[in-house]
């Protein structure tokens, strides 16, 4: 089943797609992985939508991912005695941790970890940015702030501070229930919510070793400060623009998304866009041309994929928003001036790389020259398909691996078709590499990647089988 395509997208489900059959119209439409948001859901709730999706894999014979999205800590106020109350602009407001019900004047604020990091002139920001407080007085129990942007507040809003790095872990007791779960299912990816620092990636690791990859989610100013350290810490990267969205000005995002894409890019870590990228199909059948537009630019830039949220997990029209993104990306894609950019774009070697990067330019050299049908990466951890990846190559990567978690990982790269097949050489491992080349070629045919008479090149490690020994170029005709 091959896609046309080479940017993917990332689905969440919801009350609106968790049943089989939209899965599967999802999964016909265009969706390569599946986003389990686990804000949201009860156990029971994400173990039925792990069965549903190993069901549907065994079913179409393709790998599917399955992401799944901690929550990461939520910052929020109390409550108020008697309802919502109006902030008023240049009017004083307290925070503390007297849980006593707020009033006109104060609300309770039960992070201590906030009032730690707050100094005089940090900002708070409440219900996703609509008001902003500024610190004038502070202590390890309260701070006394001035209204500067006023409005209606509620109870249990939440809570920003884009200024400081706060003293919090990533992960909450919830996040790490919700972990257990996952990695006893079998998620493929995890994403990590509220990354302010590289620290926070290490200790997900820690927790997680090689059971899934780590997504970590830029959403915090302070991340964006030490973004290659955190990219080059992680397995990929998501551009959460709506947190993004929230601490800093709207304006700055879009600059700021392009920064994070070349970034991964360059270290060669697969991106996802996500947030409001076809926002208005909630409620529409068709998005607005800005969407669409969006949705095109992350495609420009090179983005590994772009994610549907509340428009497939929520929304009235799931499965017209996959099939939308779908064509917005294809679209792209047989534009003249998207490979022009692609080419611009990329990040060449540079001297004192290593084996694998010096196989995969000459790889990349050689499928422009031959207009070759395809590359065929042999991998056993997924580094050789990265790396191949990571070039953007004119042609298409069919990516072979004995490990399924590898073949279900890649589902989410750039240009990457992963196909879990045998260990090459079977139970005794030993192959040569006119096996491997006869194997490459069949497969490459099988699944509708090259005809008779055409060229492909393979990229492999030598001894087969070993991560991280890319170090093979061979070009063969079909």
């Not at 999706?53 to 999205?69: F, N």
């Not at 309802?83 to 307290?94: I, K, N, T």
């Not at 709207?250 to 076809?278: D, F, N, Y």
């Amino acid at each position: 089943m091959r896609r046309t395509r080479n940017a993917k997208i990332v689905a969440t489900l919801g009350p609106a797609s968790s049943d089989k059959d939209t899965v599967r119209l999802l999964f016909m439409a265009g969706v390569v992985v599946f986003r389990l948001n686990f804000s949201h859901g009860s156990a029971d709730d994400h173990r039925a939508r792990f069965a549903i999706l190993r069901a549907l894999e065994k079913e179409t014979g393709r790998p599917i991912g399955i992401l799944a999205d901690l929550q990461g800590p939520k910052l929020r106020v109390g409550t108020f005695a008697n309802g919502p109350v109006m902030l008023v602009v240049g009017e004083s407001f307290r925070l503390d941790l007297d849980p006593t019900p707020g009033d006109q004047r104060r609300v309770n604020l039960p992070h201590p970890e906030i009032f730690a990091a707050l100094v005089p002139g940090a900002e708070l920001l409440l219900d996703d940015g609509k008001l902003r407080l500024v610190v004038e007085r502070c202590g390890p129990d309260f701070a006394e702030t001035r209204v500067a942007v006023g409005g209606k507040l509620s109870e249990r809003k939440g809570v920003n501070v884009p200024d400081v790095v706060l003293p919090i872990t990533a992960l909450t007791a919830k996040d790490r229930r919700d972990l257990a779960l996952a990695l006893e299912e079998g998620a493929d990816w995890i994403a990590l919510s509220f990354v302010q620092r590289p620290e926070d990636v290490s200790e997900a690791r820690a927790l997680i070793g090689d059971r899934a990859a780590i997504v970590s989610k830029l959403e915090k100013p302070s991340a964006i400060e030490r973004l290659d350290e955190i990219v080059a810490l992680s397995d990929a990267v998501m551009v959460a623009r709506g947190d993004l969205g929230v601490e800093l000005p709207a304006e700055r995002v879009p600059a700021i998304q392009k920064r994070i894409v070349r970034s991964c890019r360059r270290l060669g870590r697969p991106v996802i866009v996500a947030t409001q990228m076809l926002e208005s199909m909630i409620e529409s059948p068709v998005p607005t041309r800005a969407e669409a537009s969006d949705v095109a630019t992350a495609i420009y830039d090179g983005a590994d994929a772009v994610m549907l949220s509340a428009e497939s997990a929520s929304g009235k029209f799931p499965i017209e928003a996959a099939l939308m993104m779908n064509r917005i990306i294809e679209q792209v894609e047989s534009d003249p001036q998207y490979r022009q950019l692609i080419d611009a774009s990329h990040t060449a070697a540079r001297p004192g790389g290593d084996v694998a990067e010096a196989v995969c330019c000459a790889m990349r050299r050689a499928v422009s020259l031959l207009q070759a049908a395809a590359i065929v990466c042999y991998t056993s951890s997924g580094h050789t398909s990265l790396r191949a990846a990571r070039e953007r190559p004119e042609s298409p990567v069919l990516s072979l691996t004995p490990n399924i978690s590898t073949a279900r990982r890649l589902a989410l790269v750039w240009g990457v078709h992963s196909v879990h097949t045998p260990e090459p050489g079977g139970a005794s491992g030993a192959c040569d590499v006119t096996q491997i080349t006869e194997m490459a070629c069949e497969i490459a045919r099988c699944e509708k990647f090259a005809q008779p008479g055409q060229t492909i090149v393979t990229i492999a490690g030598m001894p087969f089988g070993t991560p991280g020994t890319t170090n093979l170029i061979r070009i063969a005709t079909v």
